[in-house]
């Protein structure tokens, strides 16, 4: 057996990754495959479309696998559905030469990686929009932000002052 310097770069790439730069990985390695399973389906490479089609039915499964339902709660159950729909249209695709079924997957993959990249780039605190993905709710939410902001800083009482102290008043 022969030592393959790339291969060996790739493993150590896995088990040296954190374990979000891991499920980046498995998602980009999906919509690899799906995208050559694909192509080999419309070149007609039959056992191509069918070892692609595998890949990405195996990194699906492994993604279902490793979802924590105690902690992701909803999230988890409607990923585990997403998974599951994913795997049924790539099968579906392979039995029936249906490349419409790849597509679906692959640009469900590209949303899902797009998306748990902008979280792990950029974590924020619960509620607060994506700049990213989100620019309208985020533009909306600094706006609102802003303006509570303004009002906490500018709030005068009935007698005048601000925030309860008195108005300080020069002469000249």
């Known amino acids: 057996m022969t ?5 060996q770069y790739q493993k150590t790439q896995v088990i040296t990754a954190s374990r979000e730069k891991v499920l980046l990985m498995l998602y980009e390695g999906a919509i690899r495959f799906t995208k050559q399973g694909h192509a080999a389906m419309l070149d007609k490479k039959i056992a191509e479309k069918g070892r692609c089609i595998s890949k990405a039915t195996a990194i699906l499964s492994e993604l279902m696998a490793t979802l924590d339902f105690k902690v992701g709660g909803q999230l988890a159950v409607d990923l585990e559905n997403l998974y599951v729909f994913m795997i049924d249209k ?5 039995i029936h030469n249906k490349p419409e079924c790849l597509e679906t997957v692959e640009k469900l993959l590209v949303t899902l990686h797009t998306a748990w990249k902008d979280v792990i780039e950029n974590p924020r605190a619960d509620g607060i929009p994506s700049p990213k993905l989100q620019p309208e709710e985020f533009k909306m939410y600094m706006e609102q932000q802003s303006a509570e902001d303004g009002e906490k800083s500018g709030k005068k009482d009935q007698a005048g002052t601000a925030q309860g102290r008195p108005e300080l008043k020069i002469r000249a």
């Open 3 to 7: 030592n393959n310097p790339y291969k």
């Open 90 to 94: 790539l099968i579906e695709g392979n």
